[in-house]
């Protein structure tokens, strides 16, 4: 991809693109930290209607999806395209991760096994949440991405409340 | 037709097991001496990625390293790009050869996994050129690699669907169809977040977490646990 592609598609004169950025990483960068922004909204609004942890991450992880599903090309920016778009893009990529991580992390408060979990546990939860949405937007397979809410709730809360009491959640 | 060699050049990093052909007319076999010529390339390749990532990596960069011609290049690809796969291709076979041999050694599923991980983690660690080659490099290598690198880790899928076998309905129950999937994902991401920082240093400590994480929705957390803290 190339300037020339971005102003094209755009639909602004290449001079109003050097005008509001320097190269075309920063252009990246931006609409990057644009797709974060939104997606981090709609999660921190959803959750935040819950006082319950457990409740606050299955609908975090449902705002998640929708935003997904309903903002794929800012989804791919963010998850897809980040990956290969320098350090800068990895380095957002990371904290976008970081974000959920300390979301689950509040898990260990409220979870009799809290002491005994791994302390990579959160890393992994969210790094497989993120491979499945990444292989189903990869294929092209958005339809099938809302359906997943329950198993993903599941699979991220049972560390936590064990098999039965995720699957309570997950099933709401 | 004289095939123009380079000799002047030196490859410190060259792998021993790769010996310099010798130059000019050497009468040997001509699939041979291609064969050869393809390891060298790839080899080059990987030492030119490592050098000067795979943007900044030249066809200049991995004759150099590979001590052939730029002719001889052509011969075997027909650009950086297909070299890379090459490349690529050879890594992951490796790979994917000593995570198999390690899990088919063991009898019990839980070890086997516990196996195949370290097996895994101790090639990224011995090898952090190759491991930046395949999980880093890879991603800006174009969408036939980028299609590699997902397939190879979706490829890690089964030996974990392998834990399903002999276990209760309960346990059953509490596995999805994308249990596997996410399991293997949030592993790989673990692993490869170190490799993008160059903490390779950091990746044979992530052998206990990523038992225990793998293992835990088969067998429960505190058997998982105990095979993960397993010392060898």
């Known amino acids: ?172 | 037709m004289r095939d123009s060699v380079d000799q002047s050049v030196d490859a410190p990093e060259y792998p021993p097991e790769l010996a310099r052909l010798p130059p000019g007319r050497h009468g040997l076999p001509r699939e041979f001496v291609a064969h050869n010529q393809r390891e060298r390339l790839i080899a080059g390749l990987a030492e030119a990625v490592a050098e000067n990532g795979y943007a900044g990596t030249t066809i200049a960069h991995i004759t150099r390293h590979a001590a052939v011609s730029r002719r001889t290049f052509y011969e075997h690809f027909s650009s950086k790009d297909e070299c890379f796969v090459a490349a690529y291709d050879t890594v992951m076979a490796e790979l994917s050869r000593r995570v198999g041999e390690a899990f088919d050694q063991e009898d019990e599923w839980p070890q086997a996994v516990r196996a195949g991980i370290a097996a895994m983690l101790d090639f990224l660690t011995a090898e952090p050129h190759l491991a930046r080659l395949s999980m880093v490099e890879a991603l800006v290598a174009g969408p036939v690699v980028v299609e590699r690198y997902d397939s190879a880790i979706q490829n890690l899928v089964p030996y974990l669907q392998a834990g399903r076998e002999g276990r209760s309905a309960k346990v059953l129950a509490g596995l999805s169809p994308t249990t596997e999937e996410a399991l293997v994902g949030g592993m790989v991401s673990l692993i490869s977040r170190r490799i993008f920082a160059d903490r390779t240093d950091e990746l044979e400590a992530l052998l206990p977490d990523l038992v225990e994480f793998t293992l835990t929705p088969y067998l429960g957390s505190s058997e998982a646990a105990k095979v993960a803290r397993q010392t060898k």
């Open chain 1, 1 to 172: 991809m190339t300037v020339a592609d971005i102003v094209k598609r755009a639909g602004i004169a290449r001079n109003t693109f050097y005008e509001n950025f320097s190269s075309k990483e920063e252009c990246f960068l931006a609409a990057q930290e644009f797709a974060m922004s939104a997606a981090l909204e709609r999660v921190v609004e959803a959750a935040g209607s819950f006082d319950e942890w457990p409740l606050r991450v299955r609908a975090g992880l449902g705002a998640f999806l929708g935003f997904v599903v309903e903002e794929p090309a800012l989804a791919r920016t963010c998850m897809v395209e980040a990956l290969s778009a320098g350090p800068g893009a990895v380095r957002h990529y990371e904290e976008s991760q970081q974000a959920f991580v300390s979301l689950f992390k509040l898990g260990r408060d409220v979870s009799p096994h809290g002491p005994e979990l791994p302390a990579t546990l959160e890393e992994a939860l969210i790094g497989g949440v993120f491979w499945i949405l990444y292989q189903r937007l990869t294929s092209s397979q958005l339809d099938t991405i809302s359906e997943l809410l329950p198993q993903l709730s599941e699979f991220a809360l049972t560390p936590y409340l064990g098999a039965e009491g995720a699957r309570e959640v997950a099933a709401l």
